[in-house]
C-alpha cells in the first residue's frame, strides 16, 4: 500500500463510514462516536487511534512521536472491515431477523391457545 498521510486516512474512513453505514458527522471522530455499535471493538479501537494522531499531527513536534506502522495497521483494519460491509446483505439480514422473531412469537401464542383449549377440555 502506498503511504497515505493522516489527513488521507481520515477522509477515506469518513468517506466510507458514510457510505457502508450511512453515519453522518462533520469530523471522524463524529462519525466514528456514532457508529459505535455497529463496529466491532478492533474496528473503534483502531478508528480512535486515527482520530488521536489527527489531532496531534496539527503539531509538528508531537508528528514525529506517531508510529506511522501502527497508524498504518489501523488504518489497514478499518479499511478492510467497512469494505467487506454490504448494506442490501445487511438488510436482508434484519429482515430475516424480524420475520424470525415474528413467526416465534405466533407460534408461542398458538402453543399456549392450543394448551389453553386443552386445559378447559374443549380439545
Same mark, same amino acid.
Given at each position: 500500500?502506498?503511504?497515505?498521510?493522516?489527513?488521507?486516512?481520515?477522509?477515506?474512513?469518513?468517506?466510507?463510514?458514510?457510505?457502508?453505514?450511512? =453515519?453522518?458527522?462533520?469530523?471522524?471522530?463524529?462519525?466514528? +462516536?456514532?457508529?459505535?455499535? &455497529?463496529?466491532?471493538?478492533?474496528? &473503534?479501537?483502531? @478508528? @480512535?487511534?486515527?482520530? @488521536? /494522531?489527527?489531532?496531534?499531527?496539527? +503539531?509538528?513536534?508531537?508528528?514525529?512521536?506517531?508510529?506511522?506502522?501502527?497508524?498504518?495497521? %489501523?488504518?489497514?483494519?478499518?479499511? %478492510?472491515?467497512? &469494505?467487506?460491509?454490504?448494506?442490501?446483505? &445487511?438488510?436482508?439480514? =434484519?429482515?430475516?431477523?424480524? /420475520? /424470525?422473531?415474528? %413467526?416465534?412469537?405466533?407460534? @408461542? =401464542?398458538?402453543?399456549?391457545? =392450543?394448551?389453553?383449549?386443552?386445559?378447559?377440555?374443549?380439545?
Amino acid at each position: 500500500m502506498t503511504q497515505l498521510t493522516i489527513e488521507q486516512m481520515t477522509a477515506k474512513l469518513s468517506a466510507l463510514l458514510t457510505q457502508r453505514l450511512n =453515519v453522518s458527522g462533520r469530523t471522524l471522530d463524529i462519525r466514528v +462516536s456514532r457508529a459505535r455499535w &455497529r463496529l466491532p471493538r478492533p474496528v &473503534r479501537q483502531a @478508528a @480512535a487511534e486515527l482520530v @488521536a /494522531a489527527q489531532h496531534l499531527v496539527q +503539531s509538528p513536534k508531537l508528528r514525529r512521536q506517531l508510529d506511522q506502522d501502527a497508524l498504518n495497521r %489501523a488504518y489497514d483494519l478499518c479499511d %478492510a472491515h467497512l &469494505r467487506g460491509l454490504n448494506r442490501a446483505k &445487511r438488510r436482508k439480514g =434484519v429482515i430475516l431477523d424480524t /420475520a /424470525a422473531r415474528i %413467526a416465534f412469537a405466533l407460534l @408461542a =401464542v398458538i402453543v399456549v391457545w =392450543v394448551s389453553v383449549l386443552h386445559w378447559r377440555g374443549f380439545v
